[in-house]
């Protein structure tokens, strides 16, 4: 509760006028409430001792305008509350979002999806449930209990006495079968997000499910599942059955008491009419806060659990953040610099005391079998990751001392695994680039080598892709990651093993494309196919986190290592392809 109230302070000041105006229009609803027992009294009172009508006709006026009073300030308790509690969900919603674009890559590779999406939706709905309705009922429920009791008391403190006895039983069932339909309700939300998730697994890969004959024995999980779930569902049926009638039978009791003692006194004369018309009226009121309170508990107790969850993503730090004064990166970029850099996975070391010098302007290579830790390399210079010891400069400057947002500004970068955004290619291309020209983006994609496949789309640069549109060839995918770096006009383009999935010669092309306009701006072209780096200016064989080798590719290949023994390989491949 501490750790809910210190969050959400903040939230709750800023809407403090807000919250008093909502406090008095819940003070006076529940004064008006309690008040209108008391008028109905004197009005049946006035009626028995046979008064004139005039006076009979006033005080039921009166008890009419209590009723709209009483309307009036309900509503105005309920809009005004409940807006609050809408308004800092929005706030908090924004805040959870902002931060968790901050958080590093690092961060996301440690955590499942599914459960960064349960937090931002189910668990702050949960919080505003208890900021909206579970505090105002709270509030709400107390004071016409205190309000009602402390009436009740002062008439006719035996009677109030009689009716309060069920009390104590009907709260105790309200939270031992509250605690038990909870309980059962949530099983039966975890049985259904299971549900869910099992369906999106199967229609996502449905064709391997084909292609492996699975049908049958998913139809038969499917099955096992959903009869768990119905078992489940049951079991709620079940208790609530016991529940409802209980509670019904507990408060007809407190009624059957009061008539009975009462109806008794009434006719020796011991209580007026009036008096006891009010009491069965205040029983009827105290119905609600006692059935009322086990459920705000409950919203009381799944808001705290909820923003507990949700403050473990928000004490989340960014391990990789802009220091407090950055220093600003020259106009031209400059050399990259990896000074002893070394950097070690929690599974083991991904580069070992790496140093390497890369002038501006220059298009150097990276080859090396698949995991000596290319990707990490380039990864670095965008700081994506931070070294776990050693420098990575720019331009002379420790990239650790850059806003990481101006560093990246630069920087193109093509990822090795790419992602398309559910818009159309147009979009795509412009990610990031506001108000780009179509003629910059038609350029792009000219360059990447990708305007003619687009020429074929339906729509064109508007065609969409993704999960509503048309899906891509890996080789298009990368061609139009590769336009998304272009466009944003780098100073240094890394291009992690970005033209894999395309073949040679159309490899070949863009790469000449790309060698005419990108005079001027460093490269860095990572490949595993000795076919792409063949013409860089200067080639760097990784092998297990460690720069074995670095020289042109003549010089390379005369060395008759790694390298050398590699473009024999793949050139004795691409002879077995032509024959
Ligand atoms: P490459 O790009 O040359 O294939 P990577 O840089 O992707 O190599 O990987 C280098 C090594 O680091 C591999 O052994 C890989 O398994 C490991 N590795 C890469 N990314 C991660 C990560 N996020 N967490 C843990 N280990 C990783
Ligand atoms: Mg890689």
Known sequence: MRESIQTLWPYLWRHRRGMALGLTALVAKDAVAVAIPLLLKSTVDQLTQGSAWALVIRWIALLMVAGLLKGAFQYAMRVVLIGISRDIEYDLRNDLFRHLVTLSPGFYAGQRTGDIMARSTNDLNAVRMMLGPGMMYLTETSLTFVLAVAVMLSFDPGLAALALLPAPFVSFAVIFFGRRIHERFEKIQAMFSGISSRVQENLSGVR???????????????????????AQNLRLVRIQGVFQPLLEALIGLTFLIVLWAGGLRVLSG???????????????????????????VNLMQRGTASMHRINELLHEQ???????????????????????????YSAGPALSGVSLRIEPGETIAIVGRTGSGKSTLAELIPRLRDPSSGVVRIGGIDVRDLDPADLRRRIGMVPQETFLFSTTIEENIAFGVEDAPPEKVRWAAEVAGLAHDIEGFPAGYRTMVGERGITLSGGQKQRLAIARALIRDPQVLILDDALSSVDTVTEERILTGLRQLLGGRTVILISHRVSTVREAGSIVVLDRGSVVERGTHQELVGAAGYYADLAQRQALEEELETI
């Not at 699975?214 to 038969?220: G, I, V």
């Open 318 to 344: 960014p391990s990789i953040a802009a220091p407090p004064v950055p220093k600003a990166l020259p106009a031209r970029t400059g050399a990259i610099e990896f000074d002893d850099v070394s950097l070690h």
């Open 270 to 296: 011991d209580l007026t009419l009036g008096t006891f018309v009010m009491f069965n009226f205040y029983m009827g009121m105290l119905v609600w806060p006692m059935i009322a309170l086990g459920w705000v």
């Open 208 to 230: 391997m499910i084909r292609a492996y004959v699975q049908e049958e024995a998913e139809l038969r999980r499917f099955r096992d599942l959903n009869e768990e779930y119905i």
